[in-house]
């Protein structure tokens, strides 16, 4: 009995977080925004809802299909959500004109494709 409801709250909480990133999804301003709500809340969502049907079935094959799927998304999620910003900007998508942070502005070369890396000055270097 209190395996089902410890599965039904990881479960339910899950599929909140993936609501969440859903919303975020739809009402945040831009591509980089959004890719933050659906990367973050989404492996975590997916991970909290497999955790649950590993508790559900109490099978250790499934305990551990549910670990490296996990593992695989937590691998693989943050690399292509990075990949996918990184391209967003190197097609000069538009930011929110309210971002306060841009490191990467000068450092690109739109005609040539090419990023230059910022020049350090040997006072800047810190460890």
Same mark, same amino acid.
């Given at each position: #009995?209190?395996?089902?409801?410890?599965? &039904?709250?990881?479960?339910?909480?899950?599929? !909140?977080? *993936?609501?969440? &990133?859903?919303?975020?999804? !739809?009402?945040?301003?831009?591509?980089?925004?959004?890719?933050?709500?659906?990367?973050?809340?989404?492996?975590?969502?997916?991970? *909290? #809802?497999?955790?649950?049907?590993?508790?559900?079935?109490? &099978?250790?094959?499934?305990?551990?299909?549910?670990?490296?799927?996990?593992?695989?998304?937590? #691998?693989?999620?943050?690399?292509?959500?990075? #990949?996918?910003?990184?391209?967003? /900007?190197?097609?000069?998508?538009?930011? /929110?004109?309210?971002? &306060?942070?841009?490191?990467?502005?000068?450092? /690109?070369? /739109?005609?040539?494709?090419?990023?230059?890396?910022?020049?350090?000055?040997?006072?800047?270097?810190?460890?």
């Amino acid at each position: #009995m209190m395996k089902e409801w410890i599965a &039904a709250l990881l479960l339910v909480t899950g599929a !909140l977080v *993936l609501l969440f &990133a859903a919303i975020g999804i !739809l009402r945040f301003p831009d591509l980089y925004a959004r890719m933050h709500a659906a990367s973050k809340s989404t492996s975590f969502g997916v991970a *909290l #809802m497999l955790i649950g049907t590993a508790v559900h079935f109490m &099978a250790f094959s499934t305990a551990l299909e549910a670990l490296l799927i996990v593992l695989f998304l937590f #691998m693989t999620i943050p690399i292509s959500a990075h #990949m996918l910003a990184r391209a967003g /900007y190197f097609l000069n998508v538009p930011m /929110y004109e309210d971002t &306060a942070v841009d490191e990467l502005k000068g450092q /690109y070369d /739109y005609e040539r494709k090419v990023l230059h890396s910022k020049q350090v000055s040997q006072g800047d270097r810190s460890l």
